[in-house]
Every structure is written in structure tokens, then in C-alpha cells.
């Protein structure tokens, strides 16, 4: 097989050529063409599985072998090939001139056309609709270890392995087993760490190249390819080959496992190896060709949304850093001295970054907070510090590392973030983490002597792969590479502000000149922010107003409601402030006589200036029209209640009662576009405003991303009378109901069939095209339908029509809105506008119901 020459051992596995093994697995045989389709190689297993041996076979035209059908059937799909690393593959197929049906993989290597051949599997599997209901069970999981677990669950059901693990690499390139799925009664390896060497980089090159790899039968003998070289003395490249022979030291680590089968399937990331789910199977399995080609696509897909999900996760980060910065430079702009105020400082850098102390050394004077050293130990962190040739953020989870005498109050400070934000002697601000003692799970322990096996010097506890526990001390929460980026971006903030006080006076004062420009840009850009503002109220109230004097009343109450929300952000230092100030001052400036009229409770919350401005608008239109037309025009209450979720997106309720019967408007005026719109369009929130007849109701939810909790909260006097409930979206509105969707995009459709069931429904039919979509209803009728109004060169409009003769409840969904060109018999029909949320669904369905 591989040249004799070379020894394989613990010393060298790493450099082990397992693409050229010069064997393969007996579950298959393997054919190699030259480019004129003439036969070059085949494995020894010719003979037993097309009767022929291969001196027989070999230098024969292969239209001579196989049926010409399959000649041709081949040569149609072989065009594929037409990229590097890209397998094709082709099921059930006749070969021969027989009933035979075999199942190929095909690939190019070196200008050859390397064959697999292994007989068909009986097993049959639809495609599209397994792969579809596998992604709409990830895109339900919540956290990333729902979604790690649920892709375990989804391997195992697909391949049928007894045992799926979600295998992570860390930066050490050691692994780490973060979700698993297996049958009862075989133990679980969930936690364990495994040692980087026990995955050579050589396959680790292997596993981004070629995505899948399974080993059918551990202890099956494998078949030599002949010959073992061509005329130039090379073996076959099998990188890319399914049906490849496997190292003998994997054979043995398998074994030592007790593994008689296994599979992986890689997970890349931005091209690099992410992880692997590592399934494995105590007896031999070997799963079909169609079912092992489904579960590497399941695995890319898997990657993708993984990526999505990451990149979510980072650009989540990312805001809330920036606003982080955002806050920094307006409040140091207005006070440098801040800078020097380590309580205040940690308090508003731990929103990006976690820490349990802080240091600041500026100019040789020093400010400590929380969890640190003492002046003296973090005057010597400093020294170690501009030790450090780089000027760049220095992160460690274990200071004793840089500075041994660290060791002596680890217990206080045990970790560190350092940003460096001046020229030598440099200042730095340092956030400290304290020690966190864990416990490591090791597969064996990683740091036994070696001893001999059968290849050679190998690790004696991958022979029994015994968990052993490995208690780390001495070290903190190791900061991410997210939380350094974060460092990086807020050092470009701080460094402005306080290059200032460690430079020479000429320097001193560019730094200001380059600061005051650095500030006045800011404030242009807010003031041409804020004159565009007012231009637009200036002209969108003119269009609103009944005359001049009303037109001057509406611009100047609303330029004022504007002004007291700008006095809050800036008491703030152009930072988050108090909802309930601004409730309080709305209503209090508005109705100093009706005051006890207004009642508002909810927690405790600070808005982003954005949100504040936004929502400061919203409320004076509200109170302006309860107090003109509403529940304040007479001897009414206005009630006020808002609330936070699990996800921290706050949701506020307005509700007018006993005021004179409310009738919906029979025009949009310039206030109601902003109480609808603002909130929406600003924030990315939601808005509604129900004209019942009792009173109107508006309903608000601003984003998490806008809203923090306010722990320090100013006392306020109550303004609670008989506070009203707020009722929840009703979560299971589709309850029983069988749901007609029609959607040409494959991921919205999976995305909505998703929230249909999570909103109770019984059964989703789906269809993208309007000929599927009346089959399905002549089929199977349903009680809902929800329909994409536009699909590719087609409409939903005959399916409407069909639904509306035969009295079946549906929605059209569009990114039209309400500029849908609908027939006269469907106008009236709700439109929900792409693109939608579970709680606009949930909304338009229940107005059918109504």
C-alpha cells in the first residue's frame, strides 16, 4: 500500500500520507479512467464484484465494461466536474446489463476520472422535504446549544449512528464535545476535551477539502489498488475518494474506543475548520450513497446558518460597543475628568466588556475600583506593561504569566484587558478578572508519558479513553477575540481624549486643535440631524394644520417635546436616559391640570438617545390628540403600562377610557404617521393603534438593543391609579388549523412554515406555484391560507379567488403593502407587509377571526 519505508508512530502520525493509503474500504470498488476513457487502476476487488480480475480489466476501453446507457448517463453528468475538489455523484444506476442498480462517485485527480462504485441502497429518501423539515427544526432553536443539539439530533436520525457529538476546535486546535445525541445505555462523552494531536494537520487539510468521511467496518480488511503506482512511480491521490482505506493509527484509536463504525461531517467556517460531527456506531454501518451525500449537505447548510448565527451574535457585539463608544465620547467631550473616575469608567465599559475591576494610570496618577491590586502591585502591572513592545490591547487570563510576583494576588486579580492609550511612558486602563477555578473533562489525560502499543509510542489512556478531570487554577475568564475587537474599537475613542495629558505642550495643543475639530464635525452632524428634523415637522405639519395659528400651536408644541428630550440626553452626557422622566415631563408640561388623570407603571428603564427622541414625538402626538379628541378631552384617564421580555425588548401599552366614542379617522393627518410610523421606521419597533370605540389603544415595542435597566433609578412620585393589565399576543391563535402557504423563496417559506406551527398550527401545506397550490387545495382544503401575492411571473390571485369561492379565511403577503394592485372582488382582503414577524402573523390571522 503506502510506501514500506515509512513507520507510523505517535512521533510522526502527523505526517502520515493518508491520501495516498493506496487501498480502500471493501464496501466499494474502484475504477480509474485515463482521459480517453481507457481503465488504468482498479481495486483488487474486481473480480468478486464484476467477475472480472484486474489484469483483466485494465487497458480496456470502459464502454467495454459498463452498459452504454451508463456510459452515457455518466459522460451527461461528468460535465459537472468542472471546479476543483467537486464530487459528483449518481444513484441507482444500471451499469450492467442486468437488474443490478449501483450508487457512483465521481471525481478528477491528476486529469484521471477516479470511479467509486458500491451496489445501490435499498433505502429510499425524499430529498427536498427530509432536508426541509431538518433546517426548519434548527432555524426552532433558540441558544447555540439548542442549535448544536438539535443538529446532533438531526445526524443521528438521518444516519441511524448509535452516538452524534458536535466536536468544536478551539484555538489550541483541541477539541471540545458541545452537544451529543446517543442511545441509551452507551455513556456520554458531552464536555470532553480531546488534545489536539489526536486530529493530525494533515487531516484537518482533508476534512476542509473533502466534507464527508465515513469508515464503514473498523476491523474490515482493506483492498489494494492495483497497481500501487502508475508509470511515473506516484500512487493515487485519494483525497477526495469515499470509499478511501483508513490509517492504521485511527484503526487502533477507533478500536481502542470500541468503535466498529464511524462517520464525520465537516462544519468550515470562512474556509477554515470550525468543527466536525463525529458520529460513531458499535457495530458496522454503512449508510447509502443518498443518504451520506444528504447529511454532507445537511452539514453545509448546517454551517451556513451556523455562520449566520455567529455573525449575528458579533454584529449584536458590535452595536452595543459602538453605543458604548458613542456614550464615551459625548460624555468625556463635555468632562475629560471622567476618564480619571474608575467607578463610572467600569461601569460603562463593562456594557462591552465583563470585568470585576479596573485600573487607571494617566500621567503617573492611579484610580482603582472593584476586584484589584493595590497601587503598589498595579504600579508594577504598569511597569510589566510598557514592558510590552506593542502598543496594541494586551489580553491575558493570567497575569503571573507576564509578571511572576502576580502569583501573590491572583486571588483578587487573576486575569487582564490592558488598552494603552498614550506614547511612551504609556497610560493604560486595565480591567481586571478574577480567578475562576473549572474543571476540565479530558478524554485521557493529556499529559501522560508515552508508552509502546501496536504502532508504535502511543498515549496509553486513548486505550481506554477514561474521562480524567483536570482542576485549572490561576487563571480568570479568558477574554474573546470579540471582546479585544471591542478593546481595539474603544482605545480609538479613549486614545483621543487623553493622548492630552502625557504629551509636551506643542503636542498638547494639536491634540486639542485635532479634538475641537473632531468635536465640531460631531456637532454639525447633529445640528444638520436636527435641522432636517425640524424641516420636515416644519413641512409635514403645514399640510396638517386647519390654519395658521393651529399650524403654529402644532410646530411649536412639537418642537418643544423635541427640546425636553434633547434636556434628558444631554443630563445624560448624550447617553441613555429615563422613560419615566420623560413620561413624566410629556404629561406633566401637557396637563398640569389633568395630571392625576395620566396613570403609568413598568420597570425601571433607560432609553438610547435615538429611541428617546423617537418615542418623546410618539407620546406628544398621543396626548395631543386624548386631549383634542380622546380620553382627556372630557373627564377621562389615559393609562400607561409597559413592560420588559425575556429579550429584553420593552413593549408599552397606551389605552384611553371614558372619554367620547372614538371613530377611526377617515384621513392620515402628519401625528398619526408619526405615532404609527416613528417607532417602526426609527427603531426597526412595532406600532399599533386600535380605534375601539371605547377609547383608542396603541400598542409599542422598541428593540432590546435601544433599552437597558436603569439600576439606579431617581425616586419618583406614584402616579399609579388602578394600573390596567396588559394582555399577551395570543400565542396559539392557529390552534387545530390546517395552513395553506404559498411562497416562491424556498427560505422564507421554511421561516414561515416555522412560525405557522409555532402559532399552533396543525398541518402546513406548501406550495410555489399556483398550480401546487390549487392541486393542495382540490387535494386536502384548508381553514387558512397565508399567500406571497407576487410569485416570479406569476400571481396568487387565482388561488385567492379559489379560496374565496369555496369560503376559506386568507391573507395576502407582499412587499406592497397596501399599494397591492388587487381585483375589486379581493379588495378589503388583509395584506401583511414583508417583511413579517410571528407577531404580525399572529396579528393578521386573528383580525380573520374577528
Known amino acids: 500500500m503506502t510506501d514500506p519505508s515509512f513507520k507510523v508512530d505517535l512521533s510522526n502520525c502527523d505526517r502520515e500520507p493518508i491520501h495516498i493509503l493506496g487501498a480502500i474500504q471493501p464496501f466499494g470498488f474502484l475504477i480509474v479512467l485515463s482521459s480517453d476513457w481507457n481503465i488504468v487502476r482498479v481495486s483488487a476487488n474486481s473480480e468478486l464484484l464484476l467477475g472480472l480480475t484486474p489484469d483483466a480489466l485494465i487497458g480496456r476501453h470502459i464502454v467495454g465494461v459498463f452498459a452504454a446507457e451508463a456510459v452515457h448517463s455518466i459522460r451527461n453528468r461528468m460535465f459537472n466536474l468542472v471546479t476543483v475538489d467537486v464530487v459528483e455523484r449518481i444513484f441507482k444506476l444500471p451499469l450492467f446489463d442486468d437488474e443490478r442498480l449501483f450508487d457512483l462517485a465521481i471525481h ?105 468521511r465515513v469508515i464503514a467496518d473498523v476491523r474490515a480488511k482493506p483492498v489494494a489498488i492495483v497497481p500501487q503506482l502508475d508509470e511515473n512511480g506516484a500512487p493515487l491521490d485519494l483525497s477526495l475518494a469515499v470509499t478511501r482505506a483508513v490509517s492504521p493509527i485511527h484503526i487502533e484509536y477507533l478500536t481502542n474506543m470500541g468503535v466498529a463504525a464511524s462517520l464525520s461531517i465537516s462544519v468550515v467556517l470562512d474556509g477554515k475548520l470550525w468543527g466536525l460531527f463525529a458520529c460513531h456506531h458499535y ?37 452595543r460597543t459602538r453605543e458604548v463608544s458613542s456614550s464615551l465620547l459625548g460624555a468625556l467631550a463635555n468632562d475629560a475628568k471622567l476618564l480619571e473616575d474608575p467607578g463610572w469608567l467600569g461601569d460603562t465599559l463593562n456594557r462591552a466588556i465583563e470585568s470585576d475591576g479596573m485600573g487607571v494610570s494617566i500621567n503617573g496618577r492611579v484610580a482603582l475600583a472593584g476586584l484589584a491590586p493595590s497601587e503598589a502591585e498595579f504600579a508594577q502591572i504598569i511597569r510589566a506593561l510598557n514592558g510590552v513592545a506593542s502598543s496594541k490591547v494586551y489580553a491575558t487570563d493570567r497575569i503571573a504569566d507576564l509578571l511572576p510576583a502576580a502569583e501573590h494576588w491572583s486571588g483578587t486579580a487573576t486575569g487582564m484587558l490592558s488598552m ?11 480591567l481586571f478578572r478574577q480567578e475562576m477555578i473549572r474543571t476540565v473533562r479530558w478524554g485521557g489525560d493529556p499529559h501522560k508519558p508515552v508508552e509502546f502499543g501496536p504502532n508504535g509510542p502511543r498515549l496509553t489512556p486513548r486505550k481506554s479513553f477514561e474521562n480524567w478531570s483536570e482542576l485549572v487554577k490561576g487563571r480568570s475568564k479568558p477574554f474573546s477575540l470579540q471582546e479585544t475587537n471591542a478593546a481595539e474599537m474603544l482605545r480609538t475613542t479613549l486614545i483621543e481624549v487623553v493622548l492630552r495629558f502625557s504629551e509636551e505642550t506643542n503636542a498638547e495643543r494639536q491634540l486639542a486643535a485635532s ?101 418623546a414625538l410618539v407620546l406628544h402626538e398621543l396626548l395631543t390628540n386624548a386631549s383634542k379628541y380622546g380620553g382627556l378631552a ?64 396603541a400598542k409599542f415595542c422598541i428593540p432590546a438593543r435601544f433599552v437597558t435597566i436603569d439600576r439606579f433609578p431617581a425616586s419618583t412620585r406614584s402616579t399609579l391609579l388602578s394600573p390596567v393589565e396588559v ?36 398541518r402546513v401545506l406548501s406550495a410555489s406555484t399556483v398550480q401546487q397550490a390549487l392541486t393542495l387545495i382540490e387535494d386536502e382544503q384548508p381553514s387558512v391560507a397565508v399567500l406571497d401575492l407576487n410569485l416570479g411571473d406569476q400571481t396568487a390571485i387565482p388561488v385567492a379567488l379559489r379560496l374565496l369561492e369555496l369560503g376559506i379565511r386568507f391573507v395576502f403577503a407582499t412587499g406592497y403593502g397596501d399599494k397591492a394592485d388587487l381585483p375589486q372582488a379581493l379588495l378589503g382582503t388583509p395584506i401583511l407587509q414583508k417583511p413579517y414577524s410571528k407577531e404580525s402573523i399572529a396579528s393578521a390571522i386573528g383580525r380573520l377571526a374577528r
Open 108 to 212: 478528477m485527480s491528476n486529469g484521471q476520472f477516479i470511479f467509486e462504485v458500491e451496489p445501490a441502497s435499498s433505502d429510499s429518501i425524499s430529498l427536498t422535504g427530509t432536508l426541509r423539515s431538518m433546517m426548519s427544526r434548527l432555524d426552532g432553536a433558540r441558544g447555540m446549544s439548542d442549535f448544536f443539539r438539535e443538529g446532533a439530533r438531526q445526524v443521528r436520525v438521518l444516519t441511524g449512528f448509535d452516538r452524534v457529538m458536535v466536536y468544536r476546535f478551539d484555538e489550541s486546535e483541541s477539541g471540545h464535545v458541545v452537544a451529543e445525541s446517543a442511545r441509551s445505555g452507551i455513556g456520554s462523552f458531552l464536555g470532553l476535551h480531546y488534545p489536539a494531536s489526536d486530529i493530525p494537520a494533515q487531516a484537518r487539510a482533508l476534512y476542509i477539502r473533502n466534507l464527508f
Open 420 to 430: 494603552p492609550i498614550s506614547r511612551s511612558p504609556r497610560d493604560h486602563i486595565v
Open 727 to 762: 394582555t399577551a399576543t395570543d400565542q396559539q391563535v392557529l390552534l387545530g388549523e390546517t395552513v395553506l402557504l404559498v411562497e416562491d423563496s424556498l427560505i422564507i417559506a421554511l421561516d414561515t412554515e416555522q412560525v405557522l406551527k409555532d402559532l399552533g398550527a396543525d
Open 283 to 319: 457495530t458496522p454501518r454503512l449508510p447509502g450513497l443518498e443518504r451520506r451525500s444528504l447529511a454532507e449537505l445537511f452539514g453545509q447548510m448546517f454551517a451556513m446558518k451556523l455562520e449566520s448565527r455567529e455573525r449575528q451574535l458579533m454584529s449584536d457585539f458590535q452595536a
Open 634 to 697: 372630557e373627564h377621562g384617564r389615559v393609562h400607561l403600562i409597559w413592560r420588559l421580555d425575556a429579550a429584553g425588548d420593552l413593549f408599552i401599552d397606551w389605552r384611553e377610557s371614558g372619554g367620547p366614542a372614538v371613530q377611526a379617522p377617515i384621513r392620515q393627518g402628519f401625528g398619526s404617521t408619526i405615532i404609527n410610523r416613528s417607532i417602526p421606521y426609527d427603531l426597526g419597533g412595532n406600532a399599533e393603534v386600535l380605534f375601539k370605540l371605547t377609547g383608542l389603544e
Open 515 to 615: 479634538r475641537q475639530e473632531l468635536l465640531i464635525a460631531e456637532l454639525n452632524h447633529r445640528v444638520r440631524n436636527i435641522l432636517s428634523l425640524i424641516g420636515g415637522l416644519v413641512r409635514r405639519t403645514k399640510g396638517s394644520a386647519a390654519n395658521f395659528d393651529d399650524y403654529v400651536e402644532q410646530i411649536d408644541s412639537r418642537i418643544n417635546a423635541l427640546a425636553r428630550a434633547h434636556n434628558q440626553i444631554t443630563q445624560q452626557h448624550w447617553g441613555a436616559a429615563p422613560l419615566r422622566s420623560l413620561i413624566e415631563n410629556e404629561t406633566g408640561a401637557y396637563f398640569v391640570g389633568k395630571f392625576n388623570h395620566v396613570s403609568f407603571s413598568g420597570p425601571d428603564v433607560l432609553l438610547a438617545p435615538l429611541a428617546y427622541s423617537t418615542l
